[in-house]
């Protein structure tokens, strides 16, 4: 026989457990992350707090409305990635596992690797040849592949690791309006329509699984799905009486910020199977969630200026706490000339320490960020850290 008695035991014992794990995985696979259909490198290094300051290209995601306050023309295009520091090894481990062994070696080698990563979280998340063109009122984005990946070893029954995946192409046009002062305060609304082509997957990877084959993302676990959606947005600048005792606070320009996005909702109902002809799961919808956000300009002084800003999004979000909504940031700018300036900043996302800079050069823009984000469950935080790089040109 191939295997011994003994052996076909411990692979009875193995494939038993593997099938109890799966059994209680897929009834727990709701995803805890908050997934953003676009981040940007410079929002991300203050928190992710940006609904109410939306004042370059990237309001188009942010704020729709933001694009009604722009007095010039902004052409930006760019590239990120971003990857928790350990991910490289993570996966250089998976693959060096099976080299070399036979089947039960192998078997063994993966239970090694997994223990060592226990309770460990990975993430990375990269876009490539990002392009967004903004005028006065108007803007225009196509992002043909926005990839984020987490991947947490967990044990239930035995080692495993849950895999979640987004990869998105995205066409997006908005529009935004000022409407005459209301009340000695300035309303800005907007609307940004968009058609997003999501790929998507959401399983857990036993251990026999990677064992036996060490590609984590297989394009037979893929869903596909389509859909037309659509944000809603508006910006309000109060003017404060000048008789009021407040009226100091004009000085700090308070602006409020609201967006409701998604609001169709309407899920990723229909496919172009461009790469899983098979599968017919749609993946994980859009959902319908609010955005409310705060933002205070900061005395300028000099070459020197900032702001301080506040959000709490994804309210009405499935995975939604008071914890994962929170935002909050503050950025300092400097500018030499219109060519040569940059910004320094800093902020809490979802309870984690955020750290930004970017520079400009001419039209050579650079974009690094540190950031944290909650990948935990409704009560339990774990924290996702990655290091991000945006690579802008801007016109």
Same mark, same amino acid.
């Given at each position: 026989?191939?295997f ?26 709701? /995803? ?23 004042? !370059?290209?990237?309001?188009?995601y ?6 009604? *306050? ?12 971003? @990857? ?9 481990d998976?693959?060096?596992? @099976? ?36 005028? /006065? *009122? ?5 992002? /043909? ?13 035995? /080692? ?13 046009y ?5 409407? !005459? ?41 893929? *869903?596909?799905?389509?859909?037309? !959606?659509?944000?809603l ?27 409701v ?43 020197f ?17 008071? *914890? ?14 219109s ?7 800093? @902020? ?44 802008n040109?801007?016109?």
């Amino acid at each position: 026989m191939f295997f011994s008695l003994n052996s076909s035991r411990i692979w009875v014992i193995l494939i038993s457990l593997a099938l109890a794990q799966q059994t209680i995985a897929d009834s727990n696979l709701s /995803p805890y992350t908050i997934h953003h259909l676009y981040s940007s490198g410079r929002p991300l290094g203050m928190g992710d707090a940006f609904v109410a300051v939306a004042n !370059d290209y990237s309001a188009l995601y942010y704020n729709p409305a933001g694009l009604a *306050r722009r007095d010039d023309s902004e052409v930006n295009l760019s590239m990120d990635f971003g @990857g928790s520091s350990t991910i490289a090894d993570f996966s250089k481990d998976i693959n060096n596992s @099976g080299t070399g062994k036979t089947d039960s070696e192998k078997v063994s080698a993966m239970s090694e690797v997994l223990n060592k990563y226990y309770g460990k979280n990975f993430g990375g998340r990269f876009g490539l040849f990002q392009g967004v063109m903004v005028h /006065p *009122r108007w803007g225009f984005g196509i992002i /043909p592949m926005d990839a984020s990946v987490t991947m947490t070893v967990h044990k239930q029954i035995g /080692p495993a690791v849950n895999l979640l995946m987004y990869g998105d192409t995205s066409v997006t046009y908005g529009y935004g309006k000022n409407v !005459d002062w209301v009340n000695n305060g300035r309303l800005s609304v907007g609307i940004a329509t968009k058609f997003v082509n999501r790929v998507y997957t959401n399983l857990p990877l036993s251990i026999l699984e990677l064992a036996f084959d060490s590609q984590i993302v297989k394009k037979s676990s893929l *869903r596909e799905g389509y859909t037309l !959606d659509a944000d809603l947005g508006l910006i309000y600048s109060p003017q404060i009486d000048p008789e009021s005792l407040l009226y100091f606070m004009n000085d700090y320009k308070p602006t409020i910020g609201l967006v409701v996005r998604n609001v169709a909702e309407s899920g990723f109902t229909n496919s172009l199977k461009l790469v899983n002809k098979e599968k017919t799961e749609a993946p994980e919808k859009l959902y319908r969630v609010l955005d409310v956000g705060f933002k205070w300009d900061l005395p300028s002084l000099g070459i020197f200026g900032g702001r301080v800003a506040f959000d709490m999004r994804d309210i009405g979000h499935p995975a939604f706490n008071t *914890r994962k909504g929170s935002h909050f940031g503050m950025e300092f700018d400097w500018t030499v000339t219109s060519w040569w300036r940059g910004q320094y900043r800093f @902020g809490l996302n979802q309870s984690y320490p955020t750290v930004g800079v970017s520079a400009l050069f001419s039209i050579f823009n650079l974009d690094l960020v540190y950031y944290g984000e909650d990948v935990g469950t409704y009560n339990t935080p774990l924290e996702n850290k990655v290091l991000m790089a945006k690579f802008n040109m801007n016109f």
